[in-house]
């Protein structure tokens, strides 16, 4: 297990230095100079030349990647062009916030999804399993920041029940944190929810058809226990590597619903960063995030492995 | 059970009225570094103005008064001018101001790296802390704007104590409210500093501004109470803010101008009929519904404009109202010019939803007189990049405009100044505004910008639109606010009523 | 390696190839679903394709007098902020966002797909090289390397299109690739190796047609994401740009008028989700007439 754990760390190190390069090349191509945006009204030109020199913009470009890595590889991603705030700090505030924000859509999809997907395994065929199909289909399809748009409009304005934006950290006031954070998990769940639907429906549909599963009916168990009991427990390893894997993708889906909901996630840094060519963060968040990425990746093979006695051996 | 008990107990509870005596402002973006040497954004100012005090501040009528310094003197010659300071002030650390404070804050604006205000302190050569509470400065030339910096963010004073590069993480200044913390894109926290000098107008225990870049949202919050004021309420959100209950609305003309930057002479985009013929950019000019600008975009909430100063400035020109449309007279010029119709022409602007808003609408304005518009929406960094280098025909852009005329025309239309990116050269031009710089007595300095104002309205090297006009969406609950033309936020005498 | 006549392999070839595609249309026939979504898809991609000559008002033609109007005989989806028929607008709207769904899908599918039947056909060092790269792309959410292409090519309908291709090529490099690595074990492509024929030519006959069927369903579905993911970058101004429209350009400006005319927001995201559901349902119904376990 170790040794399989190493060798795919091993393989992902090419990866991450690829990832590297291209974030930092692509950063550069931008176009759009971050020191004229920076300056904004108070633009003159001995300051605009300074600046650059300071944020050593002149340097030739494998000199300025090399200085990058080299801190980044002792924790040091250096300052936010724009606001002056370290952005290993930066990091360390955000990624909190949109796991909180991952963490209840997850539970909102799981809540939802695995359910449904049962239901219509078990009711396979019938008004039941076509209803929850389309139901899914339709949560796959909405696209989910016009989906944040008309729940501000219904719930926050209309209605004023919930508040339309911004963020409250659960140790400050947990009731509050969550009341800002359910409709913007609701919203970022409905996709998942609709993913976990369908691959918890064809695992369940896979098991159902089992040896075992026969047998277990033809002992006379019920059927719910038969269900619950003996399916459901078989069809869990694939939607766990699944919900694994999906963790990775509520991350990166949090970018719109972040934007919508004014919540101060990664979502919302990388984005901004990326109009205020803040070129240092934009580098630093996305090789954070593909690593978070890989990582993740990693963990579900192995969740997969240790949960599947069968591929352990080979 | 009960996961639906705990969600009714969830969307129950009211929303939360924070603490007595707490401001809560949503601002439209996050500000940059809370270092006033090194602060570029409007949003940034707004937020100095609770956190620092400057050596002088304004009155709404535009006048200079005083703040931290209570009286100054210019010599005869204009190349000395002398500060009293105000006595018992203390920074936020409780390090005591004094004219040495002063000296090491003028000398940081104009030596540390970073600082953006060196242009704006120039004239000062030398400092001399004459006493405690009295400081001079040394002018290599007369500078009438120079107390108008001294009244933003130049003189803004930060404790010499916590003056490092570092500044902004931890700002330590003496204005009425100390700063306790900062969420990047989230919200800036300041608290009420008990050791203010003037700590019998501040009713407010703190305030704390949100960032919330969304428009609707902005106000969504205002309605649900979540926060107190709107700063940059969208004008057409200002109808729904006066019908709505326990909210109201206010606005106040400001100092600055939206506008159109025409390429004069910056590089080959420089060489169209547009840029060339002065005749084409009156028709371009005549051809605008400034009237049906502002009732269409900002229904009707910001002046139409056709000169850089504000009305409420004393230097506002009687001579040069907005420009009224006339379409054959705008027909009649193309044709003067000699230019084949439809005249392609391609207009840069920021992809922010209301500036597309308003060149969709010009777009179709100068179509009728022949004008082809092509709009390229960019970025706004790439927007600055490209205006710099030239990469432009036409490139709308705004200014939120300066308390002394000096900030709102000078660095535009002077030959080879920071802002002039069409390099729109004129040798007169640059010498009135250069002697207006110079000139204390206001009268004078009336005539020179009336003499230049009749050159540049002619050689249209920008067009002005519309002045801006500051909207707001505050809370009843908040007594006691005046709203000034700078847009900024004063916070002396106001109170959150429970 | 087994060693089978020429004849033995073209033999194969059409008792493998042809009648699936039959069963699979029969399959696809009598799937409602996949129908429901094809229909879906019709109705839009023929609005849009019939636009200009359909007797409508000029989906740029602004109108001082009617701004922000509400759905009525005169405008039967209201107007926008700047006096525009919203129908109009829609239906134009709707060329865009489709081709952006398309042009995006067929720039993924033709980088892709050669991509990775390079590196699933030739393996070793060719492989190890195209593999990290895409897996170094696909570490990248999908939305993230979009914007940030986008913001590096310029906001433009034409870039969004190229980003949204280029960010959605590392999942058909992969699906060709495990399906090349499949095939190119199977019997007859050895043989066919053994007799000498040429390279070039096994990838056409062989390979190529065994990989189109489920690039094709992840192409479908790839065009509902396609279309989602132009939405969102217009909605964050790096997509259509005005005055001509696209859906998630009008929800971007529709944003701001949400109290005022929430009719604006509504049939964009409406007409989305209505093509992103058809995509849907329609890469489901092909999947399922395409694979050969189901029957």
Known sequence: MLRFFLRRLLVAIPTIILISIFVFMLQKLLPGDPVLAMAGEDRDPETLARLRAKYRLNDPLFVQYWTWITGVLQGDFGNSIRTGEPIAKLIGQKLPVTLQLAAMSMFFATLIGIPMGIISAVKKGTKTDFAANVVALSGLSIPNFWLGIMMILLVSVHWQLLPASGYVPPTEDLGQSLRTMLMPAFVLGTGLAAALMRHTRSAMLEVLRQDYVRTARAKGLIERRVVLKHAFRNALTPIVTLLALLFGELVAGAVLTEQIFTIPGFGKLIVDAVFNRDYAVVQGVVLVTAFGFILMNLLADMAYMLLNPRLRKN | MKKTLLLAALLGATAFSAQAGNLRIGLESDPDALDPDKSRTFVGRIVFTSLCDKLFDITPELEIVPQLATASTTSDDGKTMTLTLREGVTFHDGTPFDAEAVKANIERSKTFDESVRKSELTSIETIDVVDDLTVRFNLSAPDAPLIAQLADRSGMMMAPSALSPEFSNAPVCSGPFKYVERVAQDKIVLEKYEDYWNADAIDLDGVTYTIIPDSTVRLANLQSGDIDIVNQLAATDAEAVRNAKGISFANITGLGYQGLTFNLANGEMAQTPLGQDAKVRKAFDLALDRAAISQVVFDGLFQPASQPFSPSSPYYNPDFPPVERDIEAAKALLAEAGVAVPLKVKIQVPNTPVTMQLVQVIQSMVAEAGFEVEIIAKEFATLLNDADVGDFQISQQGWSGRIDPDGNIHQFVTTGAGFNDGQYSNAEIDSLLNEARTVSDPAKRVELYQKAAAIYSEDRPLLYLYHLAWLYGIDDKVQGLTLYPDGMLRLEGVSVAD | MTNIPTTDTAVADTVLDRPSESRA?????????????????????????????????????????????????????????????????????????????????????????????????????????????????????????????????????????????????????????????????????????????????????????????????QATLTVATAIIAEASLSFLGLGQQPPSPSWGSMLNTAKNFLSQAPWMALWPGIAIFIVVLGFNLLGDGLRDALDPRSD
């Open chain 3, 25 to 217: 249309w029969r399959k696809f026939r009598s799937h409602s679903i996949g129908k429901a979504g094809a229909f879906m898809v019709a109705f839009f991609v023929i609005l849009a394709v019939l636009a200009p000559v359909l007797p409508l008002q000029d989906p740029v033609a602004t109108d001082w007098g009617a701004v922000r109007k509400s759905p009525s005989f005169a405008h039967w989806l209201g107007t926008d902020e700047i006096g525009r028929d919203l129908l109009s607008r829609m239906i134009w709207g709707a060329r865009a966002s489709l081709l952006a769904g398309v042009v995006s899908v067929a720039i993924a599918v033709i980088l892709g797909v050669p991509l990775g039947i390079l590196a699933g056909y030739f393996g070793g060092w060719t492989d190890a090289v195209i593999s990290r790269c895409t897996e170094a792309l696909l570490a990248m959410p999908f939305l993230i390397l979009a914007i940030a292409l986008a913001a590096f090519l310029g906001p433009s309908l034409t870039n969004a299109m190229l980003a949204i291709g280029i960010a959605a090529m590392p999942v058909f490099i992969r699906i060709t690739r495990g399906q090349v690595l499949t095939v190119a074990a199977e019997d007859y492509v050895e043989s066919a190796r053994a007799v000498g024929l040429s390279t070039p030519k096994i990838l056409r006959r062989y390979v190529l047609p065994n990989v189109l069927p489920p690039i094709l369903v």
